[in-house]
């Protein structure tokens, strides 16, 4: 137990004042810290905890689901407004052709999908699409390009950091998903304005390797690293339903909370299956269970009590939820959604649709740049 007080002391300025008898700390009250179960170690904390084992956050995820519910909608209410929820808008830039081997996606070369491989889109036609965007109420502007990685790309690198300045001057938050970049590709990110990036770890380290086998999970790592390392914001998450187990879904939710920091935001992705890939087959398999809705709201709830100023947003495969599942998940901590046209090469609610239901619910749209949470974590 007094290890599992001194290890996340490190992390935590509450735990700080029990951090050893150099502090002159009475051995009672480390035995009381050391003591605490994780929920309660979650939610007495006022800065996040990047020290968490999969045993500590197994025990908050299979909490009883209302409580585990009602834990999480406390710690939301701790760190943000309830009644505002993030609208984001993604347009692929760039589609088709990807060289990796994704078993979910639609876009790999490698998959027999519909999806025709096109070259990146000019400038005039993202600023169109992003001031629509706008008009109809998306705050977070963000662009796809299905991309391995930036190497040798510097003509395409220089076009999407003048997207990127553009959007920007349109009051619009920035966000890209450009594959894997180096330190110095995040810097020239960077100094374009751009909000934050998105890559994704998918799932657990374990699942993995059934999943895609071209990049490494290290690899996704590396490029998060690097894109902290050149001081952008890191939006991170992975996809729910890739035929994973509840420890999968632990350890995907293990990697995020380990982080330091923590991702800026977390989308949470609920699996769409597309005709072509071999996602589909293997989830016909006997033995291979389904994804439930509660599987998904016991990922959010828990990812809002471990890593409580992250955003964390409803993305891909929403429009196949209910309305009340959707708010459910507003209430367990979730307070970002996509809208618009496309996820890509997948269906989205309509902008009308949303602030519709935003509207009847309380809740209302959060403004650009008003909630910094990099800000918050120094």
Not at 5 to 31: E, M
Not at 96 to 101: R, V
């Amino acid at each position: 137990m007094l290890t599992r007080a001194l290890k996340i002391q490190r992390n935590n300025p509450w735990k700080r004042k029990c951090s050893l008898l150099k502090a002159g700390c009475h051995a009672r009250t480390v035995h009381s810290v050391a003591s605490q179960t994780p929920l309660q170690v979650a939610m007495s904390t006022t800065e996040p905890i990047n020290t968490w084992s999969k045993e500590e956050l197994s025990e908050i995820y299979n909490m009883p689901l209302l409580e585990l519910v009602h834990r999480a909608q406390i710690q939301h209410r701790k760190f943000h407004d309830p009644s505002k929820v993030q609208m984001c808008t993604l347009m692929s830039i760039k589609t088709g052709g990807c060289l990796e081997d994704c078993k979910y996606c639609a876009q790999s070369s490698r998959n027999n999908t519909e999806v025709v491989p096109e070259k990146l889109v000019d400038v005039e036609t993202v600023i169109e699409q992003a001031q629509q965007a706008k008009e109809n109420g998306s705050t977070r502007f963000c662009l796809g390009a299905a991309w391995r990685d930036m190497k040798g790309r510097k003509s395409a690198m220089k076009k999407i950091t003048n997207m990127i300045s553009q959007v920007n001057e349109m009051g619009l938050e920035t966000c890209v998903t450009l594959g894997m970049v180096d330190e110095e590709q995040s810097r020239q990110l960077k100094e374009s304005g751009l909000t934050a990036f998105n890559h994704n770890v998918d799932t657990s380290r374990e699942h993995y390797e059934n999943i895609i086998t071209t990049r490494k999970y290290d690899d996704r790592l590396k490029t998060i690293k690097n894109l902290q390392t050149g001081g952008l914001k890191v939006c991170s998450g992975g996809i729910l339903g890739l035929g994973e187990t509840a420890n999968d879904r632990i350890g995907f939710l293990y990697t995020l909370s380990n982080m330091s920091p923590h991702p800026e935001s977390v989308p949470i992705n609920r699996l769409v299956p597309i005709k072509g890939t071999p996602i589909v087959e293997e989830l016909s398999k006997p033995g291979v269970k389904q994804l439930e809705f509660d599987d998904i709201l016991r990922t959010i709830a828990t990812a809002r009590i471990i890593m409580p100023k992250t955003i964390i947003r409803l993305a891909a495969g929403r429009y196949t939820m209910k309305e009340n599942e959707q708010i459910m998940c507003f209430m367990a901590g979730c307070n970002s959604i996509f809208s618009g046209k496309k996820m890509l090469t997948t269906m989205c609610n309509g902008w009308q649709e949303d602030k519709a239901m935003l509207q009847k619910w309380g809740l209302s749209v959060m403004e650009p740049f008003k909630y910094n949470v990099q800000q918050q974590l120094k």
